[in-house]
């Protein structure tokens, strides 16, 4: 079994940061790409930032290009994202994702989810 587990959301005022943090935990082989996706009430999921496992590679999203920064600790399989001059349309969800493969005989490869963790940004 596979777990990842989100942590580091809040309330923030305007302009303010926060860092959140993911870890994967379970039978893993390897890990591929970890991201953060965010949902937001009434909107679809939308990706955020993601980065490459191996060679630590970072994709942002337009919208937070500049004050987010994805990391990651391979040996900890742990990512995390800091969220800086936050503005209140980044109040979401946030969702951690990872395209991972499990150990064992099957070796699979697929996608996993954390349950969320709430970013709220307001005065």
């Known amino acids: 079994q596979v777990q990842l587990v989100e942590s580091g959301g809040g309330l923030v005022q305007p302009g303010g940061s926060l860092r959140l943090s993911c870890a994967a935990s379970?039978?893993?082989?390897?890990?591929?790409?970890m991201r953060w996706f965010r949902q937001a009430p009434g909107k679809e999921r939308e990706f955020v930032a993601a980065?490459?496992?191996?060679?630590?590679?970072?994709y942002y999203a337009d919208s937070v290009k500049g004050r987010f920064t994805i990391s990651r600790d391979n040996a900890k399989n742990t990512v995390s994202l800091q969220m800086n001059s936050l503005k209140p349309e980044d109040t979401a969800v946030y969702y951690c994702n990872g395209d991972l493969r499990t150990a064992g005989a099957a070796r699979r490869r697929d996608d996993y989810w954390g349950q969320g963790t709430q970013v709220t940004v307001s005065s």
């Open positions: 379970g039978s893993i082989f390897n890990i591929y790409v």
């Open positions: 980065i490459s496992w191996s060679g630590g590679t970072a």
